[in-house]
């Protein structure tokens, strides 16, 4: 109704310029963060919401709480390395532990296209029971909407998780610091390239699996070890570019990381040339960025390696000082440059 | 990765960066012609490596940023018909016409789809025989071929619902369009590696010779680039103009003569509108006339279609060297990624994006 006066007068956000919504309005880039912030936060605005971390964490008779929600939709349902079903438990119990919760309890919601196989649909409920016991969440309440043909792609989840903070710690942006490390918990990109490789036919040698896996684990271990963890962000739509530029921002701090320190898989980087993409803008779904104080790098490394999911975790770099917010990046030849936040979704480029 | 790694190699870079500063003892502005050659530059930094007195300007060869407004215009008004499948590659959904874009259009409902090829254009106007299937097909030589097998194979097929929208450039008449102009201060040239693998180097030599300028045939990685420029500096330090060949790992002086015939088969030399340089003669591809059934503007009747571009724009100078992207008044303000006043601001291979994204400032990033 981009037509209406009362909605013209009264939506803060640039409609002007986007009458309709793009793709890249939700491609974790710099539109979807105008969206975020122009539209949905003034609408919804208070205290929590604010914060705008990975999953909000509020007090309730003195027990602090954690909870969050995120919608799947992937194409295709099933890929190598995992499938829409174990995506929708992974991606909400991970969203749970970036906050430093232990993750409890998940709401699953299902909205499905009519002519869905029947089979299928067994077939991604049955990954969500094997996703949700691996990570150790129930899913405890439930909701199914069937929509006409053509109205749906197949099928979409919705969960919501709620998890319990055993800690004092205040995880997020606002807790980094000027000399804190910069850690990451594996390789990157190789769920975004696994989804695309199949989803443009591509393929190579040998498959490239997804990273989809609960990260909670080695996630509440550093906390169990009393790592003053600062902040977690797991790196999903928009990867790590997109992550560091999100935390230079929300802490207004400079960020330096060393190219030739970030883990890319070489099948992962061969897809990315081929397609002319960046891999530290593909999305991860196992994989997270944690901030911490110098002193406990060593240590938060040594309990991550121990859990398979972040086995290869490592020091990517380090946050260097005040102002202005923005990431530098070290390039292999050794100059500097902007690590700049990417407008929208990548598209495959010409030649 | 092989012929990736070994072309990334800080020592091989700083190695070259040391005999450069060494060769260039005078000013001197070399032109990489291809906008994949800047996007490098600036993403791994190369330009800082360089002494201050070698300056690097970059060229018109983004294809996606040269291509008119008005083709692009003619695309939007293609694209939203309803019997229609557009398909482009993915550099082209974001460049605006004069009031929108491609990915506007499909977000209005217009079928606008990403292909990787022109021949999986034509498979999709196999699949979907009630459907009118249009490739937008843009590039220099390097993806001419392409575009020319999926027109060959249409007709060999007798595939009736395939067309293209041809907006194919060339690269020797736009480094003429450089040197000839009257303000011309390129001193030496790094041609495009690929174009050159499809071409081959020959039609360099007349140009070196006429304009006295070294013109050397280079790669994309920064090893590349690093020998490309050294190669030119070599040339300008001893007086020479001549053509050589860095990317001999994939350059051969014939070029590819299988993909020359299918060009020439195709298309003919056609005189071209460029965004932001006006027309240039002999400068573009076009259908042949035992092709036109292939032509979508013909097929879809805009043709007759002419628009101006934006007039606070300069990507015209910007692709011409003239001006940095950073001296545009309008660069990160009124002209983002965002908001583009012009292609070179969100094309992949585009001068302006490459400064948005990884400099924004005329001096490099300090730590």
Wanted: hydrophobic share 45%.
């Amino acid at each position: 109704m981009p037509d209406s006066p009362s909605f013209a007068l009264s939506c803060p956000f640039p409609i002007q310029d986007y009458p309709h919504v793009l793709m890249a309005h939700g491609g974790g880039g710099r539109l979807m963060h105008q969206l975020l912030n122009q539209l949905f936060l003034p609408a919804f605005q208070n205290p929590l919401l604010a914060r705008q971390h990975d999953a909000s964490v509020f007090e309730v008779a003195g027990q602090r709480l954690a909870m969050t929600t995120d919608s799947y939709v992937v194409r295709p349902r099933v890929f190598p390395g995992g499938d829409l079903g174990s995506l929708a438990v992974h991606g909400t119990v991970n969203d749970l532990a970036m906050a430093g919760a232990r993750p409890l309890h998940l709401s699953a919601g299902f909205i499905i296209e009519e002519g869905l196989p029947m089979a299928a649909l067994w077939e991604t409920v049955n990954s969500m029971k094997q996703a949700a016991e691996a990570a150790g969440v129930q899913i405890i309440t439930g909701d199914t909407k069937v929509v006409d043909k053509g109205k749906g792609d197949g099928l979409f989840i919705n969960t919501t998780g709620i998890g319990i903070i055993e800690h004092s710690l205040e995880i997020g942006p606002q807790s980094v610091q000027t000399g804190d490390v910069v850690l990451v918990s594996g390789d990157l990109g190789r769920h975004g390239m696994a989804v695309m490789a199949v989803r443009e036919g591509l393929s190579f040698e040998s498959a490239i699996e997804s990273d989809s896996a609960p990260v909670a684990a080695p996630v509440l271990d550093l906390l169990r070890a009393g790592i003053p963890v600062h902040c977690l962000r797991d790196l999903t739509r928009g990867g790590l570019t997109s992550v560091l530029n999100e935390i230079a921002e929300a802490s207004g701090l400079t960020l330096a990381v060393e190219e030739s320190l970030i883990p890319v898989r070489e099948d992962v980087r061969a897809a990315c040339e081929i397609l002319g993409l960046d891999p530290l803008q593909v999305a991860c779904e196992g994989r997270f960025a944690a901030f911490l104080p110098p002193s406990h790098a060593e240590p938060a490394l040594k309990i991550l390696r121990r859990h398979p999911v972040s086995a290869n975790a490592c020091r990517i770099g380090a946050v260097t000082g005040r102002n202005p917010p923005r990431v530098l990046l070290r390039s292999l030849v050794g100059a500097q440059r902007i690590l700049d936040m990417p407008a929208g979704e990548q598209l495959p480029r010409i030649c | 990765m092989k012929f990736i790694d070994e072309y990334r190699d800080a020592a091989a870079a700083k190695q070259l960066a040391r005999q450069i500063a060494r060769l260039a003892t005078r000013p001197w502005n070399l032109m990489e012609v291809c906008g994949g050659q800047t996007h490098a530059i600036l993403k791994f930094g190369l330009d800082e490596l360089l002494p201050p007195q070698l300056a690097l300007i970059h060229g018109p060869g983004c294809p996606v940023c040269v291509t008119p407004v008005e083709i692009i215009d003619k695309a939007l008004e293609i694209a939203a018909r309803p019997e229609v499948i557009f398909t482009s590659f993915g550099d082209m959904l974001r460049v605006p016409g004069s009031r929108q874009d491609l990915l506007s259009v499909k977000a209005r409902g217009g079928d606008v789809r990403i292909v990787y090829s022109p021949l999986d254009a034509l498979k999709l106007a196999v699949q979907n025989p009630e459907k009118e299937v249009v490739f937008f097909g843009v590039g220099f030589e390097t993806t001419a071929p392409a575009t020319a097998m999926a027109v060959f194979q249409a007709a060999r097929q007798g595939v009736k619902n395939f067309s293209i929208l041809v907006s194919h450039v060339l690269v020797p008449p736009a480094i003429e369009a450089v040197l000839s102009s009257a303000d011309n201060r390129v001193h030496g040239f790094l041609a495009a590696g690929h174009v050159c693998a499809v071409m081959g180097c020959e039609e360099y030599h007349p140009l070196a010779a006429k304009y006295r300028v070294p013109i050397v045939v280079t790669g994309f990685e920064p090893v590349d680039i690093l020998q490309g420029i050294l190669l030119c500096v070599t040339q300008l330090a001893e007086g020479r103009a001549e053509v050589e060949n860095q990317y001999s790992r994939a350059v051969r002086r014939e070029g590819n003569p299988a993909a020359q015939k299918l060009i020439r088969e195709v298309f003919r030399v056609v005189s071209r509108k460029w965004r932001g340089l006006g027309e240039i003669p002999n400068s573009g591809l076009g259908l042949r006339e035992s092709y036109a059934a292939y032509d979508a503007e013909q097929k879809f009747g805009v043709a007759g279609l002419v628009v101006e571009e934006s007039s606070e724009c300069r990507s015209g100078e910007v692709l011409q060297g003239k001006l940095k992207p950073y001296d545009c008044p309008a660069f990160g303000t009124r002209c983002t990624p965002e908001h583009p006043l012009g292609a070179t601001m969100v094309s992949s291979e585009g001068a302006c994006a490459a400064y948005y994204r990884y400099r924004r400032t005329p001096v490099p990033p300090a730590s």
